[in-house]
């Protein structure tokens, strides 16, 4: 079953001269074990499709079911929680809180805490190829190729088998770029996420299982594999 369905999915939003059509009739799916490219330049409309599959925001028109059931029936808080966690280019770690207390975060939110948390956060650094020693670090005393693998663990904690991330190598080099790729592929491949990115770094697509191009809101098969 597909994990995410869009159907007919158009969205336009307003600006100071007049309404600006950014998705426009996209039919596609998304399933488990896959991982998804969406690349396009700048106002290609590849972001504001990325918002919606993180329920940021509702289509203006047509669908997107998430295991079967509309977005426009869930609530969006709850959805953003727990169903769709989102990695980011810019990180966006808590500053002020320890590596630690940055993954067990969404824990909290869903009411699981203490030493099952802190065991849980142990597990996932493990899993994205970071030292137990990193879990009482805060973000500043990682590079950025750390803190990335940081928030994958964190959106990792959410235990959906969703992931969507919004340009997660832009701001790395090459080399960190391509290990958090595979660390993407391998949980994708051998744990069965969906993953879904957003991307202008063409280096980055030999390794993705299917490739969509975004041109004027409007989406394209390009690869699939």
Partial sequence: MNILELNDVSYTY?????????????DCSFKQGKVYAI??????????????????????????????????????A?????????????????????????????????KFRGKKARNRARKLVERVALPESVLDRFPNMLSGGE????????ALSMDS?????????GNLDEENSH?????????????GYCIVVATHDLSILPKMDVIYHMNSGVLKLENSW
Wanted: aromatic share 4%; hydrophobic share 40%.
């Fill in 78 to 110: 709850k959805y953003r929680r727990e169903c769709a966690p989102m990695i980011y280019q810019s990180f966006r770690l808590l500053p002020l809180l320890t590596v630690s207390e940055n993954i067990t975060f969404p824990m909290e939110l869903r």
């Fill in 147 to 154: 803190q990335q693998r940081v928030g994958i663990a964190r």
């Fill in 14 to 26: 307003d600006s100071k001269d007049q309404p600006i059509e950014a998705v426009k009739h996209v």
């Fill in 161 to 169: 088998k969703l992931l969507l991330a919004d340009e997660p190598t």
């Fill in 39 to 76: 690349v396009g330049k700048s106002g290609s409309g590849k972001s504001t499709l990325l918002s919606l599959l993180a329920g940021l925001d509702l289509p203006t028109s047509g669908q997107i079911l998430f295991e079967g059931r509309p977005t426009s029936t869930m609530d969006l």
């Fill in 179 to 191: 290990n958090i790729i595979d660390i993407l592929v391998s949980l994708s491949h051998d744990d």
